[in-house]
């Protein structure tokens, strides 16, 4: 009876201090981080009083036993830890703080809970994503309890609403995973929250299950690719080569949330490979490596995983084909000597030899194959980085070539010249240095020796003659001796008899010369055509051969006599033969007809004047070969003296000849 009496009185005074300006906070928030029995509890709540000063007092009542089992004083902290031993875990405590604010106090809402159900596991944390397309794999930190729990999830693509569901997990030491499925091509934000599995026959009725807090939100690119890498090399400084690589910034889509690069150096086999890797956020990277051959594994590392690995592989300065090496290596602080066999002159093999202990050549000679080249790095350790001092190829015992020269052939042959070109003999067949080639020309009982440098594939031959057969051989030498032929037979072309080159070009001159004045001629001979108008051709009077209405139509033979003579004279002397109706006739033309008589009438008189007028006027039909009299017939007798002419009809054509006066 007294303690609900107590119980009255605190909520009166609550009440009272509210009035009176103490503001409570909220309701206590009381939990363990997992569902471990010796796990200690934490109860916090919210301040909602600006005041400084003001001091909290947790209570905690056992409502079946009727007393407090905790009374704490927190001070001006906002939590308190409770000691498990303190605690009744497994049946219902009502909780709650009171606050104090100088004299006046206030108490916050209660909670009625059993504390063995108050499990609240931090938020959880995604270790790993890993996009495939359209399938999201999310690796998730285990609670420390290692205890089966309940996940939710939301996700959503930027700007749209939140989708969410729920999963569990089983209890087990390795981490959590699930998989979401995604649109294609999309980017996505995601969150996590997780929830203990409670005991059901404990917590069935807890109205207080609680969630952990929201992971941070998370965005999820899409899966990256391997950008393209390039490199060169900047400078060579003291036996070091200075190397820049640089790479293409991936896109958009597949940089959301960040990118880094991961790049782990080797050089192989005198350095030892790194387990370091240099992370950069750069899209640039310098190192420096030595002549020999280097080894640089680039990956790209976005949120939902890595790219492929890619294997960037520098090769060696380009290998010498002679040097002479020292008989000796010294010794330095560190030294790297490396040497392998070069099968094709250029490529080494993949077993490469290195040996950091000091050796002498001899020593090295001793572990080689004879007649096959070796190629050897000498490296020193300088300022904690390898430097290469020498590197030059070696035989530990050299041989003649074991075949000639390949594809000999000639070229550009004259008369009196030609040109000789082989391919190299490869490498592996030289079995030694080639000091040079040997070439033995020989034609018309002469044969001539020649050197040509090792590296030449190319010899011009003068001096030949035309028509004559030459053998050409070729041999390569070593200091071991020379190695087998390769032979060419040819045969020059003989001087053809003709024309000088000077003689061809002269005539391709004249020729065009010829050519272009026939050109002009012709253009010249068009343009005055359209310059000068043509002679018009003679114009007949149709008026002359305009036949009367009642004439016989069937009368259309022309009479054509042998001859036709047309004489122009002196109009003032009369002719002897003329009679006076055709002196008459004629007066007016001026001119005198001269005819045969084929038929006459029966008083001797001409029988039709048209006859006349035809030998005077020919058929129209005679494709424009007619005369056209002078009009009008006005000379001077001077004139007619000097100009008098002859003109004939015969076969449908006019003649006219010119008849000197006396």
Known sequence: MGMRVAVLLLLVSVSLT?????????????????????EDFICEWDKRSPE???????????????????????????????????????????IWVQTQVGNLTCNS?????????????????????????????????????????????????????????????????????????????????IQLRRQAKLQPHLCTDSLNALWSDWSPVVDV?????????????????????????????????????????????TVWPCEKPKRKENVTLNRTYETSITYSEARISFIATNKVGSSDQQEIIIPAVKHLSNCDKPS????????????????NGENRTSAVNSSFAERSFKDIEKGVEKFVRHY??????????????????????????????????SSNVTPESAVVNWLSIPVAEQRGFLLHYLIWISGQGITTLHNVQANETSFPIKNLHPGVSYTVSIAGETIAGKGPNSTLNFETPSKEMGLSWQDQIILSVCVVALMCTILCSVAVRRFRSKLMPEVPSPVIDTAEFIRT???????????VHEFVLLLRQDLSKPSENETPEQSTLLKGFGLVVFEEEDEEDEEGEVTDLS???????????????????????????????????????RNGLFFESRILGE
């Open 18 to 38: 509210e009035a009176a300006g103490c503001i409570p906070t909220t309701s206590p928030r009381c939990y363990k981080n997992s569902t471990n029995q010796e």
């Open 611 to 649: 006859s006349m007028k035809s030998c005077c006027y020919p058929n129209p039909s005679y494709r424009g070969q007619t005369l056209q009299l002078p009009d009008p017939f006005h000379t001077t007798d001077s004139a007619l003296k000097d100009n008098d002419t002859e003109s004939t009809y």
């Open 549 to 559: 209405q009642d004439q016989d139509l069937s009368q259309r033979t022309e009479e």
């Open 376 to 409: 050897y790095f000498l490296h020193t350790m300088r300022k904690k980085r390898l430097q290469t001092v020498d590197m030059c190829p070696f035989y530990s015992e050299q041989g003649a070539p074991l075949k000639g020269p390949g594809n000999v052939h």
């Open 328 to 343: 000796n290596i010294t010794k330095a602080s560190q030294t790297c000597l490396e040497w392998y066999k070069l099968e």
């Open 109 to 189: 809402s209660k909670i009625s809970v059993i504390l063995e159900c108050l499990v609240k596991y931090s938020k959880p944390q995604i270790t790993s994503m890993k996009r495939t397309t359209d399938v999201l794999t999310l690796k998730l930190d285990k609670p420390k309890d290692n205890k089966g729990v309940i996940y939710e999830i939301r996700w959503r693509e930027r700007g749209f609403t939140w989708q969410n569901t729920t999963f569990e997990t089983e209890d087990s030491t390795s981490k959590d995973s699930y998989k979401l499925h995604l649109k294609k091509q999309t980017i996505y934000q």
């Open 221 to 265: 690119p899409l899966e990256i690719h391997l950008p393209l890498v390039r490199w060169e090399e900047k400078k060579w400084t003291n036996g070091t080569r200075h190397i820049n690589l640089s790479w293409d910034e991936p896109p958009a889509e597949e940089s959301v949330g960040g990118v880094e690069y991961r790049l782990k150096v």
């Open 52 to 94: 400084e000063n003001q001091t909290h007092t947790l209570y905690i009542w056992d409502s079946e036993k009727k007393s407090f089992i905790m009374c704490a004083n927190s001070g001006t902290q906002s939590k308190r830890y409770i000691p498990l031993e303190e605690l009744i875990i497994r049946r219902k405590m009502d």
